[in-house]
């Protein structure tokens, strides 16, 4: 197994994660990840995109240090930096994940 590159942790900013964060199919793929590892297969099943744009919006997490890619073969293991990001931005990743969780509520009830 191998790590694709990724920032250390002492190189990410809050404009890279808040710009990161900016895209709604990233804000998917993040909130997907909150409950533990995935492959990019099922972490994209259900995210209407073409599989070089997933691929696209996969590294720009990476690179912005919100997750981590370790290649296995042909398979992708990618996971939030969960520890990283609550250390260096307390509270910002539960922040995120609550107001998505919100507005997906939202949505829901204005549907019904």
């Known amino acids: 197994m191998r790590e694709l590159p990724h920032p250390p942790a002492?190189?990410?900013?809050?404009?890279?994660l808040m710009h990161a964060l900016s895209d709604?199919?990233?804000?998917?793929?993040?909130?997907?990840l909150a409950d533990?590892?995935?492959?990019?297969?099922?972490?994209?099943?259900?995210i209407e995109l073409h599989?070089?744009?997933?691929s696209h919006h996969y590294r720009v997490l990476r690179e912005a240090g919100l997750t981590r890619t370790?290649?296995?073969?042909?398979?992708?293991l990618i996971r939030l930096r969960r520890d990283d990001?609550?250390?260096?931005?307390?509270?910002?990743l539960?922040?995120?994940?609550?107001?998505?969780?919100?507005?997906?509520?939202?949505?829901t009830s204005a549907a019904s």
């Open 70 to 76: 370790t290649v296995d073969g042909r398979t992708r």
């Open 24 to 32: 709604p199919a990233r804000l998917e793929i993040v909130a997907r």
């Open 94 to 107: 539960d922040a995120v994940l609550h107001a998505l969780t919100s507005q997906s509520a939202r949505r």
């Open 51 to 54: 599989k070089s744009t997933l």
């Open 10 to 16: 002492e190189n990410i900013t809050l404009a890279q």
């Open 36 to 46: 533990g590892d995935e492959t990019c297969l099922p972490l994209g099943t259900g």
């Open 85 to 92: 990001l609550d250390k260096l931005f307390p509270g910002l």
